[in-house]
């Protein structure tokens, strides 16, 4: 049910969006603002093996570096969250490392990892595993330790303190942060589509800029909107099936 409103409100702003869209279109009539109509039009008739494989291209690329990032960041979250030692060697360099603008060593992963898939994963990774690492290691934090005084006396092993106390507290958390991470991901992936590829809906977005193809520029910008938005959809359902008692 809470997925359903979620489509209808998506729907809700898309006609909303593109009312707006068309409107302003009409206002400032010329070409570098297509109305959404052509570019609907446009979109279906470019539907081709070629576009395709742009799309497969970024989302094999954003889709790498959420889930790397994910397991790196939730394993160094919890283990600064349950050892004190390794807190203090790593809380440092977290705090310090944390703000720096990580699309600034683009040039230096390109150079040590190559123009390909490998150095753009790279640097989605930089950039997501500090969110996560911070997300994962206050949520484990903020478990109150009466928590687990009932499981404890019955028991129960580390693995099922885990798994029954540890993973469901934290997890909310995690999954708002990959909300978060998503658009952040999508973001980058833009930007470092721009260097050293022929493929991936960034690469497709500004070679169609280059070329003066604003309606192909446009499609890849819808596209690349849709790609957030399903992962986004895919995100909430993961949630909702976790978490059936928040509905």
Known sequence: MKIRKKLLVFIQGFITFNLLWYLFSLKVNMKILPRPTEV??????????ELYKHVFVSLYRVS????I??????LIGLLMAYSKTWNKILNPLVYFT???????????????YGLGDKSKIIIIVLILV?????????????????????IRSLGASKLQIFSHITLPAILPELLTTLRLSIGTALSILFFAEGYGTK????YYILDAWSRISYLEMYTGIIILGLLGFVLFMLIDILEESLFKWKS
């Open 98 to 112: 944390y703000p720096i603008p990580k699309t600034a060593l683009l040039p230096i992963v390109m150079l040590l």
């Open 199 to 202: 493929y991936g809906i960034g």
């Open 69 to 74: 990032s994910l397991i790196i960041g939730s």
């Open 40 to 49: 609907y039009l446009n979109m279906f008739e470019l539907s081709n093996q």
């Open 130 to 150: 500090f969110q996560i690492i911070v997300a994962v290691r206050d949520a484990a934090l903020n478990i109150p330790y009466e928590t687990y005084n009932p």
């Open 64 to 67: 790498s570096g959420i889930i």
